[in-house]
């Protein structure tokens, strides 16, 4: 077995244990670190496959990507630090069925599938080789991407926006109580003294 | 490091996705899900590359592809999960079940 395969089956251990642990973990913001630890095991795959610009892409990337998600998590979820356990999941058993049925068709196909074996030349530059491609013949695929990408901001603002299409994107809602059901978290109480009430009705 | 134990690999990132998508009631775990699933094709996609692609840089090419959708997956995703707490005060997907006014 040489050195690369043992890098190898080193990191597919770490992608396949990190991608399961981000599902299994109590902590949500422990969750997407271990997405980020599973995308960094795949980019060091893709380094040995030669693959040189991906892999380096792949690992800038996901690390903006999942602080983003981090973030997310802090903002939104519950219990960011782990402290309680916690399992928020319906369907489970269709869920893991679901899941068994494709690793187990895939894998079918990956060992019984015939495939040519023309593995990459040695003289081949690949970053050399993707840029000639991207910058050449598929010049329109990656402008396209461009496009996308941008379209996808503007759609991106749009929805984040508090200007709704009909007014204040925010009329009617309430911010979240501080305990599961209970009261919105800014607004005092109705009863309670009445000092912060403003009064410019003059 | 063979084509099949690469495809194994990629194989299970993307059933263990697969679960994830299917199980998790959170947005933002179930786009987890998403990119796990989206792991394991990149990974298919470098690996035809690598050894059955002949160096064609094709390849390589789907990969920047499945990346950029990965992106555009996230930002959107995101985006949504803003827009329904505001208008609904939850983050997770049992609260969908009336979308329609």
Known sequence: MSAVDIVFFINAAIAIYAGWRVFVTDSMVRASFFLLVSFLAVGVIMLLLAAIYLGVALFFMMAVEMMVMALFMVMFMMNPAGLNPMKMVHQEKVAIGVGVVAFVALGAVALFGEFPSRPVPEGLEPVVSLGHELLGDSMLVFESAGVTLLATMIAVVMLTSHKGRYGDANEGSQPPGLEPGGDPADKPPEDEGGGHHHHHCH | ?101
Do not use: C, H
């Not at chain 2, 679960?19 to 899900?33: D, H, I, P, R, T």
């Not at chain 2, 996609?45 to 789907?62: D, I, K, N, R």
């Open chain 2, 1 to 101: 490091m063979t084509l099949a134990t690469l495809l194994i690999l990629a194989a299970a990132l993307i059933g263990i996705g697969l679960y994830g998508a299917f199980s998790q009631q959170s947005f933002v775990m179930l786009m987890m899900g998403l990119e796990l699933i989206l792991n394991g094709a990149m990974l298919a996609a470098v690996s035809f590359w690598a050894l059955t692609g002949g160096g064609a840089p094709e390849g390589q090419l789907l990969t920047i592809i499945v990346m950029a959708v990965m992106a555009i997956e996230m930002a959107m995703g995101f985006a949504l999960v803003i827009s329904v707490y505001r208008a609904k005060q939850a983050d997770m997907t049992e609260a969908l079940d009336g979308l329609k006014q």
